[in-house]
């Protein structure tokens, strides 16, 4: 029998950093296993090998949490965007819980079971049948007795107040993370007064992921801290970020850059870029580190050798990688051993290749957020005349650009 | 008992298209299974569930061939460059073999076996000597029975004249790549001029892979067939180019741009680039187009989906993709459905997000090459001494820049 | 003899448009009768025949403001740094206003004299000392007997105050602008703010010059009108900018940028960048509306072409030039016949043609205003050691940047 | 009675460099004296104080040549685009003559009389028609007795031959320049065959102006001299290129730039730019070195402060500025004054300040030269119809880029 593992607030209570893996969808989409549109995760099903291969590379980037693949795996949103292969939400929950335990079984890592947005709630459904959504999903992440929950990725306080409502009955400890940037959710409500409800609501952990750039995200966060306490309240921070540079975005955040999700591989951050981040996210009191769409294993793991001094050890993984590049030593070319060291990749500035582009995208900004018509979800496909309304809102858009 | 797969050279006879597979290197160092410097390939023996899982996303991807992951795996390159598993280049080949064959097995797919440039010949050794490492990496791939024999990556001609000669002698089908573009070989000699004599050595198939961008390679390879057509002679033409766009490179390619290789983030190719790419090589004449550093699988999937007419089929991970993005239509919000059509997608500038960067770098230009001092290969780790030397001859380059 | 011209306040009473003149200092230098450094306007005495051509030159673009060339003509500026023709302050001052009263005379023009900021000032010299300085000059403006009076260039506003009270003892009508951006003062006071106490001084005319790029000099002058309406006064409002893109700025404005003064010419506005600013600065109700460095006659053109409808007519120097392009019709090139209208140019993003510059500068940022020692003056030259020390402080910088 | 002064051919034997002037039709045209699209110099006649100010300005800056303002001054062009005022060519051709002498009088200049490509060639006239109109534009040269002969900016080396065969009867010597690039004239010969005709032509100096970057053209006149000395000739050469970075142009150079002649701006070369082009320049053994469009007087000054040694001396107007900037060091702030030096200038990237901008633009190219309807001049304005037609030719190429 294994040795109890350390829970997730123990670890944060005892000031050591914990380290968060990537953003799945993304990642999947590339290797062929998720649909991009839909986003939603048949594969732990499908495709269960590519889903536990991911697992293993994070963890072996040094991933202390292995996040459950269950992202937008509600019913409501399963029915809705083009799901056709009639797999439920509880079946793409449990065998992700599944997943998620046998890879982490193998080194030092918890299982989390999350949950995130609802189209319910942006069709307007009452808090009752939002709530009766996160419910379901509860009850497949008890019964596979994950470790702790992350109620995440919410673009308004209010929906993921009632998530961590939901996922506090059940005892577990409880990290909620937005969507959101330093604008604040998609109602205007600041970053300090979002943390704020959330912990009041139960979130022990609270933070942002996904929509904007790490240093973008870590400055949201650090709002949440001042916001907090200022208010007198305790928590503990998270951040998972983009691996993307997004300086043009506005409060949307990179759904509404144009390169969003096809064009986005001219803002990936490079592994030096992310030192930058985990030095950064630490300074500013985040313990709670990982990424979001876009990260990749080696993003992971140069989060864990900048931070191999704090947590006292370097990831599984960096036996295939010098620190700051001194791997370099060993290549055939001087000139690219001449590159093994800190001071090289610390201030190369990288070159984009592409010289017909520019360096900043105008953001859309359509305005549309919770209760527009255009938002209202159905679960038949995208009608023509539909089709039509949004071509000619994206022409309007392009021409008082 | 499975029907009997039609042979490379059958089907390049008949027109088919083949489409090759993308880097292995780069995208398990990404994963956190090879290390950069060395570059070896010691994960078939010590994490095969990571290679199978590459070989078959890029199966998914629509890849007709499972190159055996093979790259360096000569005995000299591991043993001069930090390699400390004591596991033999026979035992890397020959799990590589059992890997693709395994893989090959679950679709349309052949197997073939490469060797590439020694650090032998950079260092001076005699013909008799190159040729013997690859005669012994040649009985590995007749023990396994491979499809077809790869010579790739060869910066010089002559080398690979000699790899192409020692592969003949197997009776196998064999094509041969090297890392040139337009300007020709590290000795200067032009790419129609290799491309006479590979065919004159015994390639039925002649190409480039790796060094430069899709469309500096589909130029390269367009030079080598006029040369071929010039002779007199036949082949067919093969082409695996890198992932990344590199308008600034010189002669020796995306070593030579400081951002080789932690920095080629911004430089990766969208799919859509993909699609232009196919086309053109399609255009050209080129009937085996795959890819090489930066290729992920939905780079392959997007050069399948371009010739899925011309194939007459589409690849099987496309049961995840949009062509050309429709599947954005179920997305959530109106404006990302507004991007699921060709028009948005092909015409669309994409941002880098990094307005502190440029978009062109200057190429390091040592002019070393095979016969310089600075290749001489060695066993021993770089001394401090050879690391002060290298990094003098740096800082030289960039104040001249 | 000539009608009564309408002076400025009786024009800005009368809702009409008062477009203002270029900057001097910038357009001398590239003539070569300006030296950067020192940046003093000696001209007027050893080169007259260029000051009154770049008068010339504006007054047919459409500028109702000759402004006497008496940038820094004060002789505390004049003594301490490397003037050494023993030209006064005093004969600059008058042979200044005769060339801008013999131009003006030619056309539609009013004479403007004008104070800025002093070293004085910035050595922490009394208010007595400052002022006496500033009377100084405006003896010799009541002598010559300009128009109106324009208190122009200050970073703080205390010293702007101080030169406004001066001024206003003449009985002249004063406009005061200051060199700041949104971010206010150098001592952290607001745009609104500085504007209300220059309306409590005196001032009749308050906006903002130099340092920052049209659009961020009229968002300042826009929070200026906020200010200066919230506390129930009354005023006038003017802008003169840079002709310099300037979205990198720190509070300092363009001093701070590292292009600074010799390497702007990427960041130069076209002519259509200056039609928004014209549209832009008139939409926010500022009606006097001018330029500063970088400015050249064309960009003025330019503002008065686009606000030819609300002036009632179009600038003389027109007669050179088709609005919005059109004269290129006359173009020998049928595809430069394409261009000549106004959505051709609107629309365009001019290229840099430099791949390997970035588009973005990080700006320095010593933080040194009013009351540091190394902003001390001295009549001597800058001493050996002196240089050594901002060597120093400026290596510093970038390695932390 | 002044000293007679060395002519241009024994300056040039002598080993002398010779600096020539900038481009006075974008220099007027900025300044408001000359029509973008006819580009005709009626401002000798209408405006002759702003001609004879930039004269002085590049008599200041260095210049050893006083080009007379006569580009387009041939009947045939200013018929057929636009030219209202009934000025004839003989007029203007005078006014600029005088000019032209009245300031080269004034200091170390010689003066130049030039001819240029005509309407007539392109339209297809006889040898004898086009000659018929350089003669004329001679005569003038002749009775106002310049000092040498310029037959300059032609695209096509026959037309060239033609005038520096008329120009050559009048025993003057003759320099001849074309608007070409490394690419050869626009019906494809190459800079060495060109340059030999011109000197087989009678032409004493060959090289080019205009179309290109000076990086560009000299490298274009190297080609030049390569060619002369093949063919065992001897010439003296020139060049007087852009002040514009072009290195995305084609064979027609900044013409088929989506950005001319209005939105150049980013483009324009620094100062310091100008120092390595006169240093290359003279490297290559042009002695004749001077610009043309986008020169400003600056840039002349820099070209000549860069050969000061060469020319044993430093020009008139460097007594306003600091060689690589060390009249900064008196400028007020301390990080300013650390920026005068010219290590800080030589490697400084400047930013465009444009983020939203690429870095090149794709150039038209309609492949439309001599013989070409599209070309044939007529003296009515363009009609709508004739519009049309180059706007849907526009459009096309547009969505083939």
């Known amino acids: 029998m294994p040795p109890v593992k350390k829970g997730i607030i123990e670890r944060l209570n005892a000031g050591e950093v914990v380290i968060g893996d990537g953003g799945f969808v993304f990642a999947l989409e590339k290797r062929g296993y998720v649909k991009a549109g839909p986003w939603t995760p048949e594969a732990t099903v499908t495709h269960p090998e590519a889903v536990r291969q991911l697992h293993r590379e994070f963890l072996r980037a040094g991933s202390n949490v292995m996040q459950a693949f269950t992202f937008y795996a509600s019913d409501d949103k399963l029915e809705n965007r083009g799901q056709t292969l009639k797999i439920t939400g509880a079946q793409i929950n449990e065998a992700a819980c599944d997943l998620a335990r046998e890879v982490a079984s193998e080194g030092d890592a918890l299982v989390a079971g999350g949950v995130s947005q609802t189209p319910s709630y942006l069709s307007c459904k009452s808090e009752t049948d939002v709530k009766a959504i996160f419910k379901k999903q509860l009850d497949v992440f008890m019964k596979k007795n994950v470790d702790f929950l992350i109620a995440e990725y919410f673009e308004h306080v209010e929906e993921a107040e009632w998530a961590v409502q939901v996922l506090k009955t059940s005892g577990k400890p409880v990290a909620a993370s937005l969507a959101i940037g330093p604008e ?59 691996a993307f540079h997004t300086p043009d975005c506005n409060c949307q955040g990179f759904i509404d850059l144009p390169e969003f999700p096809f064009a986005l591989e001219p803002r990936i951050l490079t592994r030096w870029d992310m030192h930058k981040y985990a030095r950064e996210a630490y300074k500013v009191g985040i313990r709670f580190i990982g990424g979001c769409c876009g990260f990749e294993p080696y993003h992971i793991r140069a989060v864990a050798e900048e931070l191999a001094t704090e947590k006292g050890k370097m990831p599984p993984g960096s036996d295939k990688h010098g620190m700051w590049g001194t791997a370099l030593e060993m290549h055939t070319k ?68």
């Open 184 to 242: 604040g959710d998609m109602h205007g409500v600041s970053p300090g007064e979002c943390a704020v409800r959330l912990v009041k609501a139960g979130a022990q952990v609270v933070g942002v992921n996904c929509h904007f750039d790490p240093m973008t995200c870590v400055e949201a966060v650090k709002m949440m801290k001042a916001g907090v306490e200022k208010a007198g309240l305790k928590a503990h921070y998270m951040v998972q970020p983009l």
């Open 334 to 401: 001087p000139w690219v051993r001449a590159r093994s060291r800190r001071e090289y990749w610390e201030h190369l500035k990288p070159a984009s290749g592409r010289p017909h582009c520019a360096s900043l995208s105008t953001p859309e900004g359509w305005g549309v957020t919770k209760g527009h018509t255009d938002l209202l979800q159905h679960k038949e496909a995208t009608t023509t005349q539909e089709m039509q309304h949004v071509l000619q809102m994206q022409k309007k858009g392009k021409s008082t650009a």
